[in-house]
């Protein structure tokens, strides 16, 4: 990292109450843990508190707002969560002081401490390819498995050859195809909307050595797991709309399981040439819309920026972005979507 990251420091005091916002994936889970070890370790005697937004959502609601000002916390840290710009401050009002700790493509907040060398410069995304690697970096410890597990979460087979994942891997004798496994049944919680599993996760993933078998073994995660696969394949082989003169694959589902992403992916992966829209309504007459890209050479960042200039809430890298926005304008966004990135 470099220029005024460098110079942020970390200062708890005595019986500070300190709030851990953070994402609900495999990722968001790791770095939670971490973060909690690594602040424990500047001063033991704080208490942390956890705190997820809704899952799904890249944003925070009225009923959230209440219960973090009633946490009164001292320090807020927010891990792996890409939230709007107006949320971010509505909680630095809340607080003393406020650190994100990210790795996924955003402008630079300077009332914070942001922490995210995506904001410092054209950053490869696969340099920091989780947020535990940025916390890893910044704190000055070395890459561990929290870090690879998220790593191999958000990027998939894109760290495959990665040299740092491979040793670390090598020294804990784990393959790729097992952390795999991990991720999708640590995944499976959120997935199926189980908090208490999660933070689960979390507990396991705080010790020194985490027993990652026990999560390979856990009947509950791997009832979700299968609970998830049906759902997924069932959807999936309901069909799609194709396009081939635009380049496009449009996927309509309906879902109580939070599975939008991973059938996104998995179509990416199956149709790779293609841009994968996937559209999830829910009961609020607001939709959530995923766009992903198996191109390396197409980058859907412009997509992030306009949904967030019309108001969307949305986050995102270069080849994810994830919109939420209201039923009547799925249409416009899709059509706005194909100007920005193919004129």
């Known amino acids: 990292m470099n220029g005024d990251i460098d110079n942020i420091k970390i200062s708890l005091k005595n019986k500070d109450k300190v709030l851990v916002l953070h994402h609900w994936d495999c990722d968001g889970l790791c770095s939670a843990a971490m973060m909690f070890n690594y602040l424990k370790e500047i001063n033991g005697?704080?208490?942390?508190?956890?705190?997820?937004?809704?899952?799904?959502?890249?944003?925070?609601?009225?009923?959230?707002?209440?219960?973090i000002q009633n946490i009164k916390p001292d320090i807020i840290f927010i891990v792996d969560m890409a939230l709007q710009k107006k949320d971010i401050l509505v909680l630095k009002s809340m607080t003393n002081e406020l650190y994100i700790f990210d790795h996924h493509k955003q402008q630079r907040i300077t009332e914070v401490n942001h922490i995210n060398p995506q904001t410092t410069g054209n950053?490869?995304?696969?340099?920091?390819?989780?947020?535990?690697?940025?916390?890893?970096?910044?704190?000055?410890?070395g890459q561990n498995i929290l870090s690879v597990l998220g790593a191999i979460g958000d990027q998939e087979s894109r760290v495959k050859n990665n040299n740092v994942i491979k040793t670390i891997l090598d020294a804990t004798s784990l393959t790729f195809s097992d952390c795999s496994r991990i991720i999708e049944n640590i995944d499976s919680c959120y997935v199926t909307g189980n908090k208490e599993e999660m933070y689960y996760i979390v507990e396991i993933m705080k010790n020194k050595t985490p027993d990652l078998n026990s999560i390979l073994k856990n009947s509950e995660l791997l009832k979700n797991k299968k609970l998830i696969k049906n759902s997924i394949n069932k959807i999936i082989d309901e069909g799609f709309i194709q396009d081939d003169e635009k380049g496009i694959i449009i996927k309509w589902i309906s879902s109580n399981f939070h599975i939008i992403s991973d059938i996104t992916r998995k179509l990416s992966k199956k149709y790779p040439e293609y841009l994968i829209i996937t559209v999830n309504k829910d009961d609020?007459?607001?939709?959530?819309?995923?766009?992903?890209?198996?191109?390396?050479?197409?980058?859907?960042?412009?997509?992030?920026?306009?949904?967030?200039?019309?108001?969307?809430?949305a986050g995102g890298k270069k080849e994810v972005v994830g919109i939420f926005c209201p039923v009547t304008k799925i249409e416009e966004v899709i059509k706005d979507t194909l100007n920005i990135l193919h004129g």
Do not use: C
């Open 284 to 313: 609020n007459d607001l939709a959530n819309m995923y766009f992903r890209t198996a191109d390396p050479k197409e980058d859907l960042s412009p997509i992030l920026n306009y949904a967030k200039a019309n108001g969307y809430n």
């Open 45 to 67: 005697t704080i208490d942390v508190v956890y705190f997820l937004p809704g899952l799904g959502h890249y944003f925070l609601v009225e009923k959230d707002f209440l219960k």
């Open 123 to 141: 950053i490869n995304s696969l340099d920091y390819p989780s947020a535990g690697w940025v916390i890893n970096d910044f704190f000055k410890k």
